[in-house]
């Protein structure tokens, strides 16, 4: 822009992509051109990272590097082009390198969906789901309208919603007054600090993407009160889905409002009794969930640990660890740095409040060990907020001519780009095989159990896979809750090495005794995912198969390549 | 007693059995009168009466009688004269003040014939300080000025010329050119009653009524056109006296402010001069002589309550008004009235503050519109075919009202477009003595066609602004993608398309119609709205959801259906609703540079030009 134009107030729109266009284009090639090698990918403790042949970790040092020399050069476009190509890197294979949807949870909310789509109505009678059906509701009625499978709205749904939430995070920081700029670099932030793997067909997702849109309406209500109570119905919507997020929420509007950053500034007391309300409603549905001001915060902040874990393991937990404490650490840099000045003062509390309110939760509610990863990924858009201007001023300097120091901040800061996207992509995809469901799981899941009476017990050496993915779940659930309880959950009988035929005889004597339809299905997945997790002895899982396969009293009814199913057949034990 | 003379002298031949004589009779002449039979002139052919019964200035109600060879009973009537007395809340007759300057307008346009009478009425008032203003409104012919010329050379009366055509905007010339304190407005097919200025003027006694209004009854029931609208409208029978402000609403009247067939009609009211001045006098986008055809006074009414002021309605100021007597004439002015009504609806849609007060009303206000419907013509005798295929022509004409209510929309905002509005402030200061009698030409002529409208009060001229600079940009920018949710919602619960189809229909009616609207109420900036937009509609749904599935309903097409009729017709609204204030930043955001956005957008808009000009091959 020359000098005339600018004191003409004259800007002239120029389409700019420099060098971030044969990166970002490299980028996107290499992450498709990776993507049947992904498919068809050998199993890896390490994840995805290690078995795609280095596709996506080609494609995200790409879009790494186009972001910084875009924010460097002032070229916004390619900015928001390389956040969106880190998001695909991130998630595009849940949905191109896989036929079905990845985490076995995702089936168990599309057995809720199935079961409003065939009844109409949420209760269940025999889980939490009820209580909280606006998701799964929106989701069965969507279904009806569309006649979309709702699996194939899973399938889809860990790509789109984290798309979604890059508007949403740009609303959350413009709101909050940050320049274009700094929100770009919060989205990009946000996108690579989100390693929790919460986004997948599940209440939360859709909770956490309209409490960022709670919190943008809230952070402009300052000036403008009435989108303070335009928040009301989403907060409303977010009450009926999720049963963590509204008291998130509810912490961060009341200490807004104590801090004077919102208006009206007793809407937390609002968003309070409308939670509360329909808490109480749901009052039974919690028993053994939430118990509010009875929880153990030390024993919620552990993470889910059931087996002795693998290298693999190891190497991811390590690594998510490693970039939550430097997530919250260039946080709490900027607040630090926030504080010290008057005019920043209060954006750098509404950020601390926005990121460290979660942490509230671990005293409030024990969430099935669960609470730990929701404190974290409740604490993103705050920690971005904090972390974002810092890292936008770090790469708006420009070097002076002739230094060499200052003219290597564009290559470290690549390089730092790169080390962060690598680490988060190791840390999303590192259990990529042990969340990789099997497509002949599925099959068997939505066929198999239809006209198997109420008391059915269904044995798995490991819970993975797709378990009450239909309908049927329901009464089989109301027969007994623990009907589909995995042998790793047996007391004992986790780390087991399937040695002899003890351990035989007792499994057939304990179905035997229950005098129940057994049947036992066994899936790849299972072997990846105790693999991964150390849930039991090296080679255990294959000395268990063929047991069961040598055990007359276990009849195949179903068997692929990457599943079998049995049934248990009485007379065959029974002299 | 002397024979009663009628209200108004025929209008012409009288061949309809169910006439009935109108009149009026004064209560002590009744009782000095005794038992003979009351003679009525003129009275041959008719078989019924009507008289307004006074007393002294004070108007108590209608008593319906038989007539027989051209008189009615005494005795019967006295009984029901006393009932009539007896019932009537009417205090004692007021004092006479006669403190107050009135000058009287007559608004007329080629119709001398009517105007002489209703000149003479007026000038058969008895009142210190009066003068008469006739504003010839964009006449054909000399008419009007020749008979104020000869007939009326009377140094009261004054003619001014107006030739912008229009009924507001000759009111508004007659406002300036007033020299009253008070400005009574009264049409041209009327007798006015001798007490009627002081009627008025006992009515205005309290110092913040800016308005009064007062009875218009039917001077003529000669044929079955005239007594259907006699039954139609309200304000020729409507006895109740009493004073209005927005700040004392009456407990008995839901719909006010907004009770307007309670405040009077534009042929008898008064008003105060400076106040209405500052008002900005009569909206030029209404009235007879205008696209929208009526309605100003509506308009006017409203505003002065809105503006604070008190509008005051006196049965006891009494003008007589010649209904029309053709069908044909009835059709035009039916018409009139169901786009002046649709248009000052409009207006009220288009004003921030009536329009809160409004949506409240507005379900209400939808069941008395339809109520109303196509009417009816009473009868007592028994009706000929001809008659009847007459009663179905009558009835149809109140439908026809109703179906112009809804060209009322589009003629008033075809009226804004073309400049029209109020008395542009700089006019308002105007003083009274540069008003022109009939021998000079007009130079204090009102408002400015160009002129932005403005009504004194800013958020009542931003509201017009507002809807002006919408509609001109093509209309409904912001209420069209509410409506166009709304369709596809509608068409998605139809489910004709494949599952491709109904997702994009749906994620269109959810995903844009209720955010939209609420955009559209409360307007976000971009990159919120980008969010908050979808974020909404997927929060109904999931609400929505919810409730139908924990109630097991099974009403979720129910809901769609519902739903996207509801923004249809929103939408609709919305689209001739002015655009909302821009949202004001106390720190202006920068602008975000996404140039390749706006180059494409610039790149459209060039060829798009490029396209409109050009000329088909050959063409030289």
């Known amino acids: 822009m020359t000098t005339a134009s600018m004191a003409a107030g004259v800007i002239r729109p120029r389409i700019r992509l420099g060098a971030e266009l044969p990166l970002l284009l490299g980028a996107v090639v290499l992450l498709f051109a990776g993507l049947p090698t992904m498919r068809h990918a050998s199993d890896s403790p390490f994840g995805l990272v290690a078995a795609d042949g280095g596709a996506s970790a080609a494609a995200m040092c790409g879009a790494i590097a186009a972001f910084v020399v875009s924010m460097r050069a002032h070229r916004e476009l390619g900015a928001v082009l390389s956040v969106v190509v880190v998001v695909l890197v991130l998630r595009l ?41 606006g998701f799964f509701a929106v989701a069965a009625a969507f279904a009806t309208l569309t006649g979309v499978a709702p699996i194939t709205v899973a399938h889809v749904f860990i790509l789109l919603i984290q798309l979604a939430m890059l508007p949403a995070m740009f609303a959350l920081f413009r709101a909050a007054g940050r320049t274009h700029r700094v929100a770009i670099v919060g989205m990009m932030f946000a ?37 303070g109570w335009l928040s009301v119905p989403i907060f409303a919507a977010i009450v009926v889905t999720h049963q963590l997020t509204p008291y998130w929420l509810v912490a961060v509007t009341l200490a807004l409002g104590v801090l004077g950053r919102i ?91 926005l990121a460290f309110t979660s942490v509230a939760l671990l005293f409030g509610q024990s969430y099935g060990g669960e609470a730990i990863y929701r404190v974290y990924l409740y604490a993103i858009p705050g920690c971005a907020l904090l972390a974002a201007p810092l890292i936008e001023r770090a790469l708006r300097r420009r070097a002076p001519r002739g230094r060499l120091l200052p003219r290597l901040a564009g290559p470290v800061a ?19 095989f042990s969340n990789l469901v099997d497509a002949d799981a599925v099959r068997i899941a939505q066929t198999a159990y239809a006209d198997v009476p109420d008391d059915l017990m269904l044995l798995s050496p490991v819970d993975a896979g797709p378990g009450r993915m239909t309908a049927d779940y329901v009464r089989f659930a109301r027969a007994d809750q623990l009907y589909d309880l995995s042998l790793a959950a047996w007391p004992g009988w986790l780390g087991q090495d399937f040695e002899g035929e003890a351990w035989r005889d007792e499994l057939d004597g304990a179905v035997l005794f229950l005098d129940r339809p057994t049947y036992l299905v066994v899936t790849a997945q299972m072997f990846r995912a105790a693999d991964y997790g150390g849930l039991f002895p090296p080679g255990a899982l294959d000395r268990f198969r063929a047991a069961v396969d040598a055990d007359p009293a276990w009849v195949v009814v179903s068997a692929t390549s990457a599943a079998t199913l049995y049934r248990f057949e009485p007379s065959e034990v029974l002299p | 007693m002397n024979a009663l003379q009628p209200a108004m002298t025929a209008g012409g031949p009288l061949d309809w059995p169910d006439a009935i004589w109108v009149g009026e009779i004064d209560v002590a002449e009744l009782e000095r009168h005794g038992d003979a039979a009351i003679a009525l002139a003129e009275s041959a052919g008719y078989a019924r009466a009507r008289l307004l019964v006074r007393r002294g200035l004070r108007v108590l109600g209608f008593v319906d009688a038989p007539v027989a060879d051209g008189e009615i009973d005494a005795a019967s009537l006295r009984s029901e004269v006393i009932a009539l007395d007896a019932g009537s809340d009417a205090d004692d007759e007021p004092e006479p003040i006669a403190t107050r300057s009135f000058t009287v307008v007559i608004c007329t346009r080629d119709r001398p014939d009517q105007l002489r009478g209703a000149l003479a009425s007026v000038l058969r008032i008895e009142h210190p300080d009066l003068d008469v203003l006739v504003v010839d409104n964009a006449s054909a012919t000399t008419a009007t000025r020749d008979l104020v010329a ?15 055509p229009g009924l507001s905007q000759a009111r508004n010339t007659g406002l300036l050119a007033a020299r009253g304190e008070f400005v009574a407005f009264t049409d041209d097919d009327v007798i006015v009653d001798p007490q009627w200025l002081r009627a008025l003027e006992a009515a205005a006694t309290a110092p913040d009524v800016w308005c009064v209004s007062g009875l218009v009854p039917s ?85 002065v309550l809105f503006a604070g002021g008190a509008l005051v309605m006196t049965p006891d100021a009494l003008v007589w008004h010649r209904h029309r007597a053709d069908l044909p004439a009835l059709r035009v002015q039916a018409r009139g009235y169901g786009t002046g009504l649709g248009a000052w609806l409009t207006r009220v849609a288009t004003d921030p503050r009536m329009r809160s007060a409004a949506l409240r009303r507005a379900p209400r206000a939808a069941v008395r519109l339809f109520a109303k419907g196509g009417g009816g013509l009473p009868s007592t005798v028994e009706a000929t075919p001809a008659e009847l295929a007459l009663r179905r022509e009558i ?219 050009r000329r088909p091959s050959g063409a030289g």
């Open chain 2, 219 to 303: 001077g003529e029931l000669r044929t079955p056109v005239q007594a259907f609208f006699d039954g139609r409208v309200s304000w020729s029978r409507n006895l109740r006296g009493r004073s209005y402000r927005l700040a004392e609403p009456p407990a008995d009247l839901p719909m006010f402010p907004f009770s307007v067939g309670e405040y009077g009609t534009g042929a008898n009211f008064a008003v105060h001069r400076e106040r209405a001045i500052e008002l900005g006098g009569f909206d030029t986008a209404f009235g007879v002589g205008t696209p929208t055809g009526g309605g100003e006074d509506l308009d006017f009414f409203t505003r």
């Open chain 2, 150 to 164: 000869t007939e009326f050379a009377d140094p009261r009366v004054r003619l001014v010329e107006e030739p912008r």
């Open chain 1, 263 to 353: 208006r009206p500034r007793g809407l937390g007391l609002v968003f309070g009794a409308i939670a509360f309300c329909w808490l109480m409603l749901n009052l039974d549905a919690l028993s053994g969930h939430t118990l509010v001001g009875a929880a153990d915060p030390v024993a919620n902040a552990q993470p889910i640990t059931a087996g002795a874990g693998s290298p693999g393991q190891t190497l991811t937990a390590l690594l998510a660890r490693g970039l939550s404490a430097v997530v919250i650490g260039v946080a709490l840099l900027g607040a630090a740095m926030g504080l010290r000045r008057r005019r920043r003062r209060g954006a750098a509390l509404t950020g601390l409040v």
């Open chain 1, 93 to 133: 294979p849940t949905v191109l390198a896989t036929e079905v949807p990845v985490y076995s949870w995702t089936y168990k909310h599309l057995g809720v969906v199935d079961h409003l789509m065939q009844t109409g109505q949420a209760e269940t009678g025999v889980d939490i789901y009820a209580g909280w059906p």
């Open chain 2, 395 to 613: 009835s149809r004409v109140g439908w026809i009202e109703l179906a112009h209510v809804f060209r009322g929309p589009a003629l008033y905002a075809r009226q804004r477009r073309r400049g029209a509005g109020l008395i542009p402030a700089a006019e308002r200061g105007a003083p009274h003595d540069s008003a022109q009698n009939h021998d000079e030409p007009p130079s204090g002529t009102p408002s400015d066609p160009g002129a932005t409208p403005t009504s004194g009060s800013s958020l009542v001229g931003r509201a017009v602004r507002g809807a002006v600079a919408n509609l001109a940009r093509g209309g409904g920018h912001r209420g069209s993608p509410v409506a166009v949710a709304g369709v596809a919602g509608l068409l998605a619960s139809a489910h004709l398309g494949s599952p491709a189809v109904q997702t994009l229909l749906i994620v269109i009616a959810v995903g844009i119609g209720p955010g939209m609207l609420v955009n559209a109420l409360v307007p976000l900036r971009p990159a919120t709205a980008a969010v908050v937009v979808p974020g909404i509609g997927l929060a109904i749904a999931m609400l929505l959801a919810t409730l139908d599935s924990r109630l097991a309903l099974g009403a979720g097409q129910a809901m769609l259906i519902t739903g996207s009729a509801t923004l249809v017709l929103a939408g609709c609204v919305i689209a001739v609703a002015p655009p909302p204030p821009r949202v004001r930043q106390a720190r202006a955001p920068r602008p975000l540079r996404i140039p390749g956005l706006r180059r494409l957008r610039d790149w459209i808009e060039h060829h798009r030009r490029l396209g409109f000009r």
């Open chain 1, 414 to 432: 690549i390089l730092v780009g790169c080390g962060a996207g690598m680490t988060t992509l190791q840390v999303v995809d590192g259990a990529w």
């Open chain 1, 191 to 227: 996108a690579l600090a989100n390693w929790v793997g919460q986004d997948y067909f599940a209440p939360q997702s859709v909770a956490f993407l309209l409490a960022i849109v709670v919190l943008t309406l809230l952070l402009s209500s300052r000036r403008r009160p009435v989108l």
